[in-house]
């Protein structure tokens, strides 16, 4: 059984950084996709930045590239998501999915956020002052 669980997140001011991490087990394979998720109130659910573990390619919204930086240990079967110059629109719940099959990340980490496999129970990230 796959379990993703977040941690890192909290009350950052503007301008500030946060990293999240998501600790991944049960997969039965080392290849996969792995990815953030955001939801913000009021707003529909998006992707943010996701890894495939085959190639190491990452994707990343335009709203964080350059701010942003996803990462994977494999030793530790930890993927992170560093995040630096957060604005109070990052402000989201932030959800650590995987997909089993890394072919599709791309398109279901920036398009079809419901075709991820598995996901992690969120963890809230707030960027006010």
């Known amino acids: 059984q796959v379990q993703l669980v977040e941690s890192g997140g909290g009350l950052v001011q503007p301008g500030g950084s946060l990293r999240l991490s998501c600790a991944a087990s049960g997969f039965t394979s080392d290849y996969y996709g792995i990815g953030w998720f955001r939801k913000a109130p009021g707003k529909e659910r998006e992707g943010v930045s996701c890894?495939?573990?085959?190639?190491?390619?990452?994707y990343y919204a335009d709203s964080v590239k350059g701010r942003f930086t996803i990462s994977r240990d494999n030793a530790k079967n930890t993927m992170y998501l560093q995040m630096n110059s957060l604005k109070p629109e990052d402000t989201a719940v932030y959800y650590c999915?995987?997909?089993?099959?890394?072919?599709?990340?791309?398109?279901?980490?920036?398009?079809?956020?419901?075709?991820?496999?598995?996901w992690g129970k969120g963890i809230l990230v707030t960027v006010s002052s």
């Open positions: 999915a995987a997909l089993l099959d890394p072919y599709y990340l791309q398109h279901r980490c920036m398009f079809w956020s419901d075709g991820m496999d598995y």
């Open positions: 890894i495939s573990t085959s190639d190491g390619s990452t």
